[in-house]
């Protein structure tokens, strides 16, 4: 696991935005496994901006993202397919019919779940994940548990991440309770990881989750696992973290 200490969530972004832009180049018909919520947000806006500088083609790339609340149509504004339009798929010229998403409409779970692990085969896997960290170490919506999920499988999303999404909401009743998530084996599956995590707010989180044990209840803590991870986070992040 390779860690990159960055000074601030713009200079953590421009990283990250990098290394994305980096496996773009290399491999222009890439697989990018992409994330939502705040932390890659400012990630997205660097990559728009080398796109509209010419420096970046996302023409033969394919997406896959990693979750989708279950019960939200496309068109609802907290959906994460509505999401990654408003801070990537609008704005670079990534081809519609390569972005993929959980179907947050289709209400039975197995064969949406059976669906989509398909679609990440059949696209030939990913070989750039983005993650980011949550408050309980979870990745995706992989919430702490007795085991490792394996597969793309539906979550019952724990009080706290209810808690932390309903910022988003006009309250926490309205914070759909379940999600569509890659599971974890899905995630490890990626020929490389990249995880994004800004704040003091995570700083417990990055501690147990790359200095701890690997354990299901931290289930960032199986990425410890992985043969090519490169986490990029801040200062604050890194603050409980004994780098030396």
Not at 92 to 119: H, Q, S
Request: glycine fraction near 8%; include cysteine.
């Amino acid at each position: 696991m390779k860690i990159i200490k960055a000074k601030d969530y713009k200079d953590l972004s421009r990283k990250a935005a990098n290394l994305i832009s980096a496996q773009v180049i290399m491999k222009p018909d890439c697989v990018l496994g992409l994330a939502t919520g705040s932390s890659p947000v400012g990630t997205y806006e660097q990559l728009v901006e080398w796109y509209e500088n010419g420096d970046l083609d996302f023409g033969d790339v394919t997406s896959v993202n990693l979750d989708e609340y279950v019960g939200l149509a496309k068109e609802h504004e907290q959906s994460y397919y509505y999401f990654m339009h408003k801070h990537l798929f609008d704005y670079v010229n990534i081809n519609p019919e390569r972005t993929f998403l959980p179907d947050g409409t289709n209400l039975n779970k197995e064969e949406e779940c059976a669906r989509y692990e398909e679609v990440i085969r059949s696209v030939g896997g990913v070989d750039l994940q983005l993650l980011g960290l949550g408050h309980n170490g979870h990745i995706g919506f992989n919430e702490p548990g007795d085991v490792f999920e394996k597969g793309t499988h539906c979550v019952t999303l724990s009080e706290r991440t209810i808690e932390a999404n309903k910022r988003f909401f006009a309250s926490a009743d309205e914070v759909p309770k379940q999600a569509y998530s890659m599971g974890i084996r899905t995630i490890m599956m990626a020929k490389k990881i990249l995880v994004v995590v800004s704040g003091e707010d995570k700083a417990e989180a990055v501690k147990n989750a790359f200095f701890g044990p690997v354990t299901p209840q931290v289930p960032g803590s199986i990425l410890q696992m992985h043969p090519d991870v490169t986490v990029v986070a801040d200062e604050a992040a890194l603050s409980k973290c004994d780098l030396a």
